[in-house]
């Protein structure tokens, strides 16, 4: 089994800034994609980015320009620095791994973000 262990969400006022971690471990083979999608308030869980194993990376349209994902892969951790944070960025963020071969994919247990105005 895989493990997924999300830390850095908390309470920033707008405006300010907050990096997510997120660190896999377990029966990990080889991690294809890395991201984060996120579920606001009565939202539907959207794509917010995406890093390949490759490094290529992949951004929701409202969080690009403020939103950096970056992997780790000898750690086997993703993260998603978070700048210019507005109230509407609040949710729970869900990291996730797609591990090869089969590209299962494993999910975070979330962590709230909450940006007050």
């Known amino acids: 089994q895989v493990q997924l262990v999300e830390s850095g969400g908390g309470l920033v006022q707008a405006g300010g800034s907050l990096r997510l971690s997120c660190a896999a471990s377990?029966?990990?083979?080889?991690?294809?994609?890395m991201g984060w999608y996120r579920q606001g308030p009565k939202k539907q869980r959207e794509l917010v980015a995406t890093v390949t194993s490759g490094g290529n990376t992949n951004y929701a349209d409202s969080v690009k320009g403020r939103f950096t994902i970056s992997r780790d892969n000898a750690k086997n951790t993703v993260y998603l620095q978070m700048n210019n944070l507005k109230p509407e960025d609040t949710a729970v963020y869900y990291c996730f791994i797609d591990n090869a071969p089969r590209l299962v994919r494993s999910w975070g247990q979330g962590t709230q973000v909450t940006v007050s105005s």
């Open positions: 377990g029966s990990i083979f080889s991690i294809n994609a």
